[in-house]
């Protein structure tokens, strides 16, 4: 068995940073339209003539179709490049914003969402394979920070812009109108974006010997794309951070998720008597909130792998703990500071869920990033998802108690937390034994090719040195990483 090679890291730069913000930009528009629905359910009840159930299919059918195309974005990522893949997600989401601005029935526009939810499910994981290839390993935490952080800026756009558009201009030109981001994104996207930088491409597999799928041809083609396909899923998933970074994922996105998808703005009017004005703010300050702490929870892992736990698991406990002292406050409304308050944790929720990407990250190598990272995506969706399902039909079962439907939240948490105490030891240990390997490596190491036999005294050639490494072994993504 051979050993794992050591990866140059990317050099960053203005050049990185350019680039990036391409892909990033794609991602900003694809939140957008995917959050445009969370300021006007009220208006798609009213104008598709349904109820609460009805009205969270929307939201359910695009994570429906967002969660299940993660792992199958996360290969076409690792297989055909980041550009390939960014480039058609934004046409599908920008065709499905268009067609629900003008679906005259419910029906078309359930199609338009998902076909809206799977142009999106290709933004994220292409935005953070992006980081991976052009930035430096020790940058990985704060990159995918930043990402997540430009993508609630996408969800404030939605409510302090689209929101006051929709209530002025009418259902059809607000949405239409929206569309248009999409089509600009395109441009820079065709015309400038790289998948990496020139020398920094991804390992390619060794090859497998002639015979071994047993013909030859189309067949042979189709039974190495399949081979390929359940190899990257199987090694992703063998990894015990991978999985739990989706249960990191899952944990700790939902709630502020569910909140500003679709449920934030009815709960707020409806069961705590806010006029829509007054919700638009506070969901606003869970955006803001989120923004902000967005730096802070970067800069603390990137320091401090040892963070990473506390942080996730203090998140949830406080979100928990929140939630239950609105829903449980006695009379039938919760004080304002209190809603401030709700509103201000949910804002931790968005940071707390990019750690979950920072324990599969070290745990795969270059070429399977996509894969894992699609695994890791996977959690909030799935938990966003049946959150959104849960309080919808419990909303119809009860009459709009909103304490009832929203308690679903506590489930999904401790769900979340059994899962992420039983897998953490094991994948915590599996990182700090590949640390410990990563440790000779921190100084320059000559190949034997780039060693000649040579008498000990001769000076080396400055040319000759050898390019700088990354300090990771086997795994080059914890690369630059302290020990703590």
Known sequence: MTAPHLVKDPPGGRKAVAVWSIGVAVYFVAV??????????????????????????????????????????GLMVDRLGTKKVLTLGAVLFTAG????????????????RALL???????????????????????????????????????????????????????????????????????????????????????????RRAGVSGTSGTSGTAGASGGFVRRQIRESWAEPGTRLGLWVHFTTQFPAMVFLLLWGMPFLIEAQGLSRTTAGGLLTLVVASNMALGLVYGQIVGRRQSSRIPLALGTVGLTALLWAAVLVHPGDRAPMWLLVTLCLVLGTCGPASMIGFDFARPANPPERQGTASGITNMGGFIASMTTLLAVGVLLDATGDNYRIAFSTVFVLEAVGITQILRLRPRALAREAARNRLAIPAQTPVQTPAQTPVQAPARTPVPEAEPEPVSGACPLPETAGREAQ
Do not use: K
Not at 53 to 72: E, K, R, T
Not at 131 to 136: N, S, V
Not at 163 to 170: F, Q
């Open 32 to 73: 957008i339209f995917r959050t445009s629905l969370g300021v006007a359910g009220l208006d798609a009840a009213d104008r598709f003539h349904v109820n609460a159930s009805a009205l969270a299919a929307f939201s359910l059918l695009q994570l429906l179709v967002y969660a299940g195309m993660q792992i199958p974005v």
């Open 117 to 207: 939810g799977c142009g999106d499910a290709m933004t994220f994981i292409s935005v953070l394979r992006l980081g991976t290839r052009w930035f430096p390993a020790r940058r990985g935490p704060l990159m995918a920070q930043l990402a997540g952080l430009v993508g609630m800026a996408g969800n404030l756009v939605s409510t302090l812009v689209l929101a006051p558009v929709l209530h002025g201009v009418g259902w059809t030109a607000a949405f239409a109108g929206s569309a248009v981001a999409g089509l600009v994104v395109l441009v820079p996207l065709v015309l400038f974006l790289r998948d990496h930088p020139e020398g920094h491409g991804p390992a390619q597999p060794a090859p």
């Open 97 to 112: 914003q268009l067609g629900f601005a003008l679906s005259p029935s419910y029906g078309m526009a359930l199609a338009a």
